[in-house]
């Protein structure tokens, strides 16, 4: 068995209606900040997967994007492969010894 | 002899003892059904009540969905069962597919609390059967997520005059 880290990508679906990317937009004024548009608010999921190949690691990680992470009747999904897990390991070490 | 209804409570439910007390007041024997049941022990009649269940994280409903009990409450909605979501109860229902379409965070950008009107569309369900007419029904509303969403064919399916069901559904 292998680790597999992938990252999930969940975003609204084109046309869905989308509040919070609405109310993002709508604060930038208070920044100063112009000519920016079309912001949607999505959520990003993280995880490792315990499989034989990476073939097998993504046919997991479909079920799960497309079963819990998203709606797919208002959301989209896009999986990004990151790479082997245990590099992942050292970034996680780093943040509980609290050294940025 | 008192009906048996049961009302299921999800870690996270907030709105189970009134409910269970509404259903008591009404003449019921209200029953509690833990999340982790497998079945509905006999109840002839189930309530998702509101709240957070399991926090709403992801989406609200989205993890309760996939509770033990939630496989047990559909299969007895596809043998006719009858069964009511209140509040979360019902993003619950949506999430798992049993009332179509989903529910989005509300357009407003606001927590809405407050009464609304509800017309029943039909006086010939189990649900209003007992009302004497068609005059609104005031109902007091608490979501976030209470912005109802379902694509056109879905709603022709409901009802092909839109406006109606989206009335009845969530105001």
Redesign the interface.
Known sequence: MTSFRFAVNVTPKPGILDPQGRAVEGSLGHLGISGVSGVRVGRRVELTVDAADMESARVVVERLAGELLSNPLIEAYEIEPLGAASSIVGVAGVGVAGQA | MAVRIGVVVFPGSNCDRDTLHALDLAGAEAVSLWHEQATLGGVAAVVLPGGFAYGDY??AG??AR?SPIMRAVAAFAAGGGLVLGICNGFQVLA?AGLVP??L??????RFVGREVAIVPARLDTAFTHALASRSPLRMPVAHGEG?Y???DATLDALEPNHTRIRRVVWQ
């Open positions: 992801l989406r989205a993890i996939f999430e379409g989903a989005l965070r509300n357009a407003c950008l912005c969403y379902a694509d």
